[in-house]
């Protein structure tokens, strides 16, 4: 049995992950808001490191894998704050608990809107660690209903980079942890219960991530990638976003491999 910390642990992914790691005999210590063993925000440089430091003591300073589920996806500054500090900078004050560990693994997750229309000042900003730059970028998205939705999407390309840049390094790779994402299609979740409640809603998303094979997944399909990229099986997956969408990555992307 291993022990694992997953944020977002209360609702929708992280919630499933969690569940299903549980049923196989792990620990988790879930980090979220509220209703999870840490209470922290994600939001903010002082929240990320409080949360990492009572996950790595609930823990006993070792922790065998962190898998970053917690996300937002309103077209607000916060979610390009919480979609990339709160995963990047999180799993860094992580990684001295993660280097203690005999097989230590961690998974984050980006989305199939990383391959969508981003605003690349925004990702830029995030990719140098600029949260002020971020912010002050996104207040400017944030303002115009046009370039509002940009912001999600520019939080999880920085993501699937930062995967790619950061995977190799010697803070990672050669401390024997493999780092990778999970890119979801439509996951029906309380994030996207609204949206897909109107045929409208429903109309929008399957035009941008279009799913032919079995159409929107449970968490269930991500929670299971997420458990494989993070368990002792995986040696040598690096660095990679795994889109697990029905298809919408070949449907969007082609053959441009
Ligand atoms: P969800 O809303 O059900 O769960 C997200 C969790 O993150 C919530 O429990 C929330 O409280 C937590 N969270 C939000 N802000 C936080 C903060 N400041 N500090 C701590 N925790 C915070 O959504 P979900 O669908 O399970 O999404 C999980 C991840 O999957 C997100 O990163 C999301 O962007 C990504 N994703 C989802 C979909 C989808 O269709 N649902 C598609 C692609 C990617």
């Known amino acids: 049995s291993r022990t694992y910390v997953v944020t977002g642990a209360a609702s929708g992914i992280g919630k499933t992950t969690t569940q299903i790691l549980r049923d196989a005999g792990n620990t988790v210590i879930g980090v979220d808001l509220k209703g999870v063993e840490v209470s922290g925000d994600l939001s903010s440089r ?9 996950a790595t003591e609930l823990a ?25 500090f709160g995963m990047t900078e999180f799993l860094d004050a992580m990684q001295p608990a993660l280097a203690r560990a005999a097989a230590p693994r961690v998974a984050l997750i980006s989305s ?13 900003a995030l990719l140098s660690d600029d949260e002020a730059a971020a912010t002050a970028l996104a207040e400017q998205l944030a303002a115009d209903p046009q370039t509002a939705n940009l912001i999600y999407s520019s939080s999880k390309q920085a993501i699937s980079r930062w995967v790619r840049r950061e995977a190799p390094s010697a803070r990672w790779a050669g401390a024997g942890i493999p780092v990778n994402a999970v890119g979801p299609g439509t996951v029906v979740t309380p994030m996207t219960k609204d949206l897909l409640a109107s045929e409208e809603g429903r109309k929008l998303v399957d035009t941008a991530v279009p799913m032919p094979l079995n159409s929107h997944q449970g968490p269930e399909s991500i929670a299971n990638l997420l458990i494989w990229l993070t368990s002792e099986q995986n040696t040598h997956c690096c660095g990679q976003t795994i889109y697990c969408d029905g298809g919408a990555d070949a449907v969007l992307r082609g053959e441009d491999v």
């Open 46 to 54: 002082e929240g990320r490191l409080a949360a990492a430091a009572a």
């Open 60 to 84: 006993g300073g070792t922790v065998d894998a962190v898998i970053a589920c917690a996300g937002l996806s309103i077209p607000k500054p916060i979610t390009a704050s919480v979609n990339y």
């Open 112 to 124: 199939v809107a990383s391959l969508q229309p981003t605003a690349p000042p925004l990702v830029d």
